[in-house]
């Protein structure tokens, strides 16, 4: 089904670079009305519709991860492109962040309902220096709805904090993210505070946020990096299977 909704169709419209238009069209191509209703609404920032929307779609039958995929983060994608590009500042962002948060609510309790005995523990954090949690917050409804029992240690996070989480809880992978250029670089750092203090062999580390790359991770020495929160579930669950272990680094 073809993008139907004008509000998206003027939205779309200033998406200048052709691949990310075509992208983000192909997002909502597939979409029911519902879900391009959730994602105008969040773009809006009406925060109360997508509230509402989010339940109804719930209740008519809409899976937590289409509501997730097709209505909020594709939305989200948007707010990215105006941001980037000096169409919307930052409280614009923060209301469809807040959107975002009021669509999450009804979606966490069912992405992290499986019911299934914790397969390993997990401490994710965002980096030293950065502020955003939305895609880190994504990833440990996924993790908790795979099994894992996740410490989230919030944003900001310094190495020692980590460190001492994965001290306290006894976890066995470690997960970072981070949103910005200048904060990348804390993931590195944060690596060498474990190798410093002799727990870089007893923790798997993993990396995510949209700036990263495969390659920039393997600089850095993480043991993996995912683009979604679905590769973070598919890394954390390799980690838990040593023999995996050598194909690992490049789930994405
Ligand atoms: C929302 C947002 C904000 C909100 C954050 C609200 C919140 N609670 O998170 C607010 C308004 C606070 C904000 C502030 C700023 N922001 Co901002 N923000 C964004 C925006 C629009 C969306 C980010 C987002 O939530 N994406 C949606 C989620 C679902 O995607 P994601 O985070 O990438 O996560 C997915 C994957 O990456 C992966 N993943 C994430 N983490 C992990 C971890 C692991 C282990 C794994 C495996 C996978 C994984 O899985 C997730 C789910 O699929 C982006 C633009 C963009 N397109 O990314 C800019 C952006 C990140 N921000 C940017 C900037 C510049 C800023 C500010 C400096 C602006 C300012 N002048 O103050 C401040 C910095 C504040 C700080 N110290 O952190 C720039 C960064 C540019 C750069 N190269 O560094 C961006 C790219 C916008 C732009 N193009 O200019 N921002």
């Known amino acids: 089904m073809p993008v139907t909704n004008e509000v998206l169709e003027s939205e779309l419209g ?36 997508v509230d509402q929307l989010t339940k109804e779609a719930l209740e008519s039958g809409f ?58 523990t997990v401490i994710m954090g965002t980096v030293k220096g950065d502020l955003h949690d939305i895609g ?41 993210s981070a949103l910005l250029t200048t904060t990348m670089p804390n993931m590195g750092r944060t690596i060498d505070a474990f190798e410093e203090v002799e727990m870089r062999d007893f923790v798997k580390i993993m990396v995510g946020g949209a700036p990263l790359s495969q390659e920039f991770a393997d600089d850095m020495g993480a043991d993996g990096y995912g683009k979604d929160a679905i590769s973070c579930v598919d890394l954390a669950k390799a980690f838990m299977n040593p023999e995996a272990e050598h194909s690992v680094s490049s789930i994405a």
Do not use: Y
């Not at 209505?71 to 000096?86: E, S, T």
């Not at 409804?141 to 944003?155: C, Q, S």
């Open 63 to 120: 899976t937590a991860n289409t509501i997730l995929d097709e209505g909020l983060i594709a939305g989200m994608a948007i707010v990215g492109v105006k941001f980037r590009d000096n169409l919307i500042f930052v409280p614009e962002v923060l209301v469809a962040a807040r959107a975002m948060k009021a669509g999450m609510t009804h979606i966490e309790p069912i992405l992290s309902a499986s019911g299934i005995e914790p397969i390993g």
């Open 14 to 49: 200033h998406v200048t670079n052709p691949s990310e238009q075509q992208h983000i069209r192909s997002l909502w191509d597939e979409a029911d009305p519902l879900m391009q209703d959730i994602s105008v609404s969040l773009i809006k920032g009406d925060n109360n519709r």
């Open 136 to 176: 880190k917050n994504l990833c440990i409804m996924m993790l908790r709805g795979a099994g894992f029992t996740v410490i989230d240690l919030g944003v900001d996070t310094s190495p020692e904090e980590f460190i001492e989480a994965v001290e306290d809880n006894e976890a066995g992978v470690l997960g970072m």
